[in-house]
């Protein structure tokens, strides 16, 4: 199974920061990865979608690089609502597999 | 809206069965793959099973080969999760989602599965 390790496991910053979340695949994925945000007592909601496309509905600061084994997941300018927790996802094959999460916290 | 909905879950017995469903609708559900998710604090965000929308192409997780069937009925715009032999590791939120170009665009709610004596 291909192993997705996030960094770092938790992330406090101001609102108007950048911040930066990176994912690492442990083989080559190609921009076979996505990423999503979860809110307490929600589901997961899709926010990029092969490596970098933005999903419909998702703000514009939300932004997503890379290919191969490494990734990022950055947001141009920290709003309060978009503290939650991020996760990214390989669909290289099956069994896709999850990245242990980023928890974003407002400083 | 475009909704999925999770029903089904509970407590249940080590080595007992449930079947969880999830209703659709505001979409096409017979064009789209499904796919089971669950979550729990131990092993994090885990994808399951997924079905195509003829049913011709499954798939699963080790974990999960061998005891639990996914399945769907597209005249009801409905997917299931039969789940047998339970295990106590099998404890979490069960998801379902509507598969799009390989991610996952629309969940569920979630519905709680406690494995437990």
């Known amino acids: 199974d291909i192993q997705m390790t996030q960094s770092p496991s938790s992330l406090s910053a101001s609102v108007g920061d950048r911040v930066t979340i990176t994912c690492q695949a442990s083989q080559d994925i190609n921009t076979y990865l996505n990423w999503y945000q979860q809110k307490p007592g929600k589901a997961p909601n899709l926010l990029i979608y092969d490596a970098s496309n933005l999903e419909t509905g998702v703000p514009s600061r939300f932004s997503g690089r890379g290919s191969g084994t490494y990734f990022t997941l950055a947001i141009s300018s920290l709003q309060p609502e978009d503290i939650g927790t991020y996760y990214c996802q390989h669909y290289d094959d099956v069994p896709y597999t999850f990245g242990q999460g980023t928890k974003l916290e407002l400083k | 809206q475009v909704q999925l909905v999770e029903s089904g879950g509970g407590l249940v017995k080590p080595g007992g069965s449930l079947r969880l469903s999830c209703a659709a609708s505001?979409?096409?559900?017979?064009?789209?793959?499904m796919v089971w998710i669950r979550q729990s604090p131990e092993k994090g965000l885990q994808w399951l099973s997924y079905?195509?929308?003829?049913?011709?192409?499954?798939t699963y997780t080790d974990s999960v080969k061998g005891r639990f069937t996914i399945s769907r009925d597209n005249a009801k715009n409905s997917l299931y999760l039969q789940m047998n032999s339970l295990r106590a590791d099998d404890t979490a939120v069960y998801y379902c989602?509507?598969?799009?170009?390989?991610?996952?665009?629309?969940w569920g709610q979630g519905t709680t599965v406690t494995v437990s004596s």
């Open positions: 505001g979409f096409a559900f017979s064009d789209y793959f």
């Open positions: 079905i195509s929308p003829t049913s011709s192409y499954i």
């Open positions: 989602a509507r598969r799009k170009i390989d991610a996952f665009d629309i």
